[in-house]
């Protein structure tokens, strides 16, 4: 099996298809991909931030630098199963990943602060500065069912389709299910392309034939603006 990657480098273009958009697009896409080594799973995410959502206010506004802290697990885990606690920055175009893997209950425990890293590294070190800084806590819980592909040229380019997307916002726990509201409407799919350079000139022509184009999207922006703001703070707060 492949080697679990903990450090990304690269450009992630995003793009929110319809259904149709996304069959016909596949159709053509099936000429130069393969499945990725994970290639169909759950991705459920459980994005910290402060009471007053501080952190994907900031990201809204679109700054030059933005940061964003998340537990990720690839479908369900129970207690020892393996999850990643992420912290993704966004700098200039360019997003820069780093992760580090332990089991689900003793990555809560540590980002609760009831219990230290099992094991202490660089990136341990890099999450102890940001929860320092912040005084974060589970505020949303975001999943969605994702086909992963890689380019049969070139490994470095990945393609992923992520469809029924849902969070709540209790039961902020990865090992109690998927479950939650939709997200978007029935039938989107966002397509994201990761690549660490530029586009290939047939993945360019092919997008352009089909008139797509990238998209700022952010699934726990778009929870927070079309969900979190009405629901819980009944209007008052407006979004910039």
Not at 96 to 121: C, F, H, I, N, W
Not at 131 to 140: F, G
Request: proline letters at 3%; glycine letters at 4%; aromatic letters at 12%.
């Amino acid at each position: 099996m492949e080697e679990t990657k903990l450090t990304f480098k690269r450009y992630e273009k995003k793009y929110l298809l319809s259904r149709e958009q996304y069959e016909k697009l596949f159709r053509e896409l099936q000429n130069h991909i393969v499945p990725d080594a994970y290639h169909r799973s759950t991705v459920c995410s459980i994005y910290y931030d402060t009471d007053d959502y501080e952190l994907i206010r900031r990201s809204i506004e679109a700054p030059v630098y933005k940061e964003k802290l998340r537990l990720r697990s690839y479908n369900v885990p129970d207690e020892n199963g393996t999850v990643f606690i992420e912290l993704k920055k966004k700098f200039k175009g360019m997003v820069y990943k780093r992760r580090v893997a332990m089991g689900a209950k003793a990555a809560m425990d540590y980002l609760a602060g009831r219990a230290t890293a099992p094991e202490r590294s660089q990136m341990t070190k890099e999450i102890d500065w940001f929860l320092s800084q912040n005084a974060v806590k589970p505020k949303v819980f975001i999943a969605c069912d994702r086909s992963a592909w890689v380019d049969r040229d070139n490994s470095e380019l990945r393609i992923t389709f992520d469809e029924n997307l849902r969070w709540r916002t209790e039961d902020l726990d990865l090992t109690h299910g998927s479950r939650g509201e939709d997200l978007l409407e029935e039938g989107s799919v966002l397509m994201e392309i990761k690549i660490p350079g530029t586009t290939p000139l047939w993945l360019a022509h092919l997008l352009s034939d089909q008139t797509l184009f990238p998209t700022s999207f952010s699934k726990y922006g778009t929870c927070y603006k079309n969900h979190i703001l009405s629901e819980y703070f009944n209007g008052v707060i407006v979004c910039v």
